[in-house]
């Protein structure tokens, strides 16, 4: 018997292992669609373009330059590794990584230069972050957690090319975020009624692309926004108005009131 198959006791195999993670869950948008219209063989080769970036990225790109607070309202930055994993199947991708309050921010940033990569490829990403507890046993491709659950949820319950955050975000434990420059508050991108199942908060993908791509984004969007359906033309003005408002309130984290002083004894 291998290793993998035996029990620690408690019901759970020796090859598996229980962490806490954040994880991110991406679905590619109009796949099927795609598959429809284009045939299978133009969208297998786009298809393994968006598999070898993940796979290039995971292994050659989890060092991320982040800002760390050091105090008196200054900030360093940083050098900052990811442990990251992911796997795939069909038009889904998972990314995740041990998570480290320190480490959020950069699995943010990484997370934003997927979508960006995989827009350049043609291929819009609707994502949703999560964090939690889960069980991982990669001997036998099973992950079990409310993670995949919930980002699971939350990326089916919004309406844009973006990357949102589950519930999870807003419990105690996960919501201090060291830095913010990544971060934005948005709303749009959230379905009617499903406000409780995705934040206000999400990971600001234009930012980045401004700051490290030359090409307009909206010239990117434009060629992508292809299919005249209702659907499909409100995911794109939404990106559309998130893109514009990320430029307009990039110092968005500026105007934050400050946290008060302690008071005196």
Not at 151 to 162: D, I, L, R, T
Not at 232 to 261: C, G, K, M, Q
Request: hydrophobic share 40%; net charge negative.
């Amino acid at each position: 018997m291998t290793q993998s198959a035996e029990s620690d006791g408690a019901g759970q195999r020796s090859g598996a292992k229980k962490q806490e993670v954040i994880l991110a869950f991406f679905d590619v948008l109009g796949f099927s669609k795609r598959v429809e219209d284009g045939g299978l063989e133009p969208l297998y080769a786009t298809y393994m373009q968006l598999v070898d970036l993940v796979r290039t990225m995971v292994e050659r790109d989890s060092c991320v330059i982040v800002s760390v607070p050091i105090g008196d309202g200054k900030a360093a930055r940083v050098a900052m590794y990811i442990p990251l994993s992911h796997a795939y199947a069909s038009d889904t991708f998972l990314l995740w990584a041990p998570y480290r309050e320190d480490g959020f921010p950069a699995f943010c940033r990484f997370c934003a230069e997927f979508l960006c990569r995989a827009l350049e490829l043609g291929l819009p990403l609707r994502g949703a972050i999560s964090m939690g507890e889960a069980i991982i046993d990669m001997d036998n491709h099973v992950f079990i957690g409310m993670p995949l659950v919930e980002s699971a949820c939350a990326e089916k319950e919004q309406q844009w090319v973006g990357i949102g955050f589950g519930a999870s975000l807003g419990h105690e434990k996960y919501r201090r975020i060291m830095d913010i420059t990544y971060f934005i508050q948005f709303r749009d991108h959230i379905k009617p009624g499903k406000e409780a199942v995705v934040m206000s908060l999400a990971v600001d993908w234009a930012r980045h692309w401004r700051e490290t791509r030359e090409r307009d984004v909206h010239e990117v969007l434009n060629d992508l926004d292809v299919d005249p359906s209702e659907k499909v033309r409100t995911i794109y003005e939404t990106t559309r108005r998130y893109v514009d408002f990320s430029a307009a309130n990039a110092d968005w984290f500026e105007r934050l009131p400050a946290e008060p002083s302690p008071a005196p004894e």
